[in-house]
């Protein structure tokens, strides 16, 4: 019987003869914590607590907050989509016909809104699981769709349906441009650190030592993805608050 606090619960409490304070009970003494049950010394998970798995670290290394704002439009802007085909059908009918004199309108309307209903999961599965990747379907689904739509306002000389189409088009762009920004800006600030102890330009996650390409590592950024980051940041700083003078005495 021990008389006495814990030392294990206690790291303050007097040591116990033979066991050192904030140590478990069972090590030897001098022992790495996480020792006594199994673990790794110097690994990265404490004691008792299992890594997050591979799929999840990498979808938070590119998530951004404002991920969430641009998956809840695109949901949203989805189940408008849905819902005001199925409430003004025979009008979206007269539209298909337009297009297609003697088509089959309502085969190819019941396609396009099965096509649609797959951009909203998509684009629900994104937020659920906190994966941007899951956005770039959502988004070039219906930029395709657009770009289609317009190509066909060419030939049919629908002018005010062309520039209508050619705007949402435009939108879904920038769209997208915003989310790989977004993912960018994510997946720098989740890098870690620099070493001290490397060389200049060489990171601990980057053991080739090969700094020429953009992509070499697994935390470096593409041309494209340092184009966006440079794009949002200008753009922040343009619609950002201004500095107030001071006061000249």
């Not at 439009?73 to 819902?83: K, R």
């Not at 200049?200 to 996650?205: A, M, Q, R």
């Not at 200008?234 to 201004?242: D, F, N, S, V």
């Amino acid at each position: 019987m021990t008389l006495g606090p814990d030392p294990a619960a206690d790291p303050d409490a007097t040591p116990i003869l033979g066991v050192p304070a904030g140590g478990a009970q069972g090590a030897p003494p001098g022992a790495a914590p996480g020792a006594a049950q199994g673990g790794v010394p110097g690994a990265a998970p404490g004691p008792g607590q299992a890594p997050p798995p591979a799929g999840l670290r990498a979808g938070a290394r590119t998530w951004h907050r404002f991920h969430y704002a641009i998956g809840v439009f695109l949901i949203a802007y989805g189940l408008t989509g849905l819902l005001s085909g199925f409430l003004l059908w025979s009008d979206r009918q007269d539209e298909i016909d337009g297009y297609f004199d003697s088509g089959p309108a309502t085969g190819i309307l019941v396609l396009v809104k099965l096509v649609e209903a797959v951009l909203v999961l998509c684009a629900l599965a994104g937020v659920a699981l906190r994966r941007d990747v899951l956005f770039v379907p959502a988004t070039a689904g219906w930029m395709a769709g657009f770009a289609m739509f317009a190509v066909l306002d060419v030939f049919t000389g629908r002018w005010g349906g062309l520039f209508e189409h050619l705007l949402y088009l435009a939108g879904f762009v920038v769209l997208l441009f915003l989310s790989y920004g977004l993912s960018a800006k994510a997946q720098l600030a989740s890098a870690p650190l620099p070493d001290a102890d490397a060389p200049d330009g060489e990171s601990p996650d980057d053991e080739s030592g090969d700094s020429g390409g953009s992509s070499s590592g697994p935390h470096r950024l593409t041309r494209t993805q340092e184009f966006a980051l440079q794009a949002i940041n200008r753009a922040a700083a343009l619609t950002g608050p201004r500095p107030r003078p001071g006061r000249h005495d």
